[in-house]
């Protein structure tokens, strides 16, 4: 899909009627094995006072 507005009009309507639909979606599962994950990494914040010397 192009962009996050195509995914949502996907969600809201469908591909071309419910039967439509189902068969993409069925053939989206073939191709997934499993949800796309999002990790959040965390950075900490140092200042130069805490920073190691280099």
């Not at 071309?16 to 950075?43: K, N, Q």
């Amino acid at each position: 899909m192009p962009d996050l507005d195509a995914f949502e009009a996907f969600r809201e309507e469908g591909v071309g009627g419910e039967d439509s639909t189902r068969a993409w979606l069925r053939d989206l599962s073939e191709i997934l094995l499993e949800p796309p994950a999002v990790e959040l990494l965390r950075v900490a914040a140092t200042t130069e006072a805490e920073a190691p010397d280099a």
